[in-house]
């Protein structure tokens, strides 16, 4: 059971008996700093399975936690529209491609991660 709290600066929170952000049926907070924001909490952990716990619609950002760790399957666990980044069980980490894809104005950077230790020669 989460417990909504409103602020008049249009905060939303939602909270479990120990004060934990959580809400298992939706987002857990939307800051005041930035309303298109939402962030998915189960009791204090940043987590949700079926989609990114940190959801900005205005900038079509998105990343992706598993109780706390960056974390994605089939996807970027950090997915922005210049910066894309695969996470497995809170470690940069993808195999026989980039983990980290940075798109610049004139360039594009890789990085290769593997089990959260970068690969130089690849």
Known sequence: MSRKVEEN??????????YQLHNEVGFAAIRCSNPNK?????????????????YDSSRKEEEWY?????????????D??????W???GK???????????IG??????EYW???KERKNI
């Open 9 to 18: 600066c249009g905060c939303i929170e939602y909270f479990n008996d120990n």
């Open 38 to 54: 939402q962030y998915w909490y189960i009791n204090g952990k940043i987590h949700r399975e079926d989609g990114p716990a940190i």
């Open 66 to 78: 598993f109780f706390n760790l960056k974390h994605r399957v089939k996807g970027p666990a950090v």
């Open 80 to 85: 922005y529209p210049k910066l894309k980044e």
């Open 87 to 89: 996470w497995k069980d």
């Open 92 to 102: 940069r980490h993808r195999l026989n491609a980039p983990a980290v894809i940075k």
């Open 105 to 110: 104005v004139s360039s594009k950077v890789n």
């Open 114 to 116: 593997e089990f959260g």
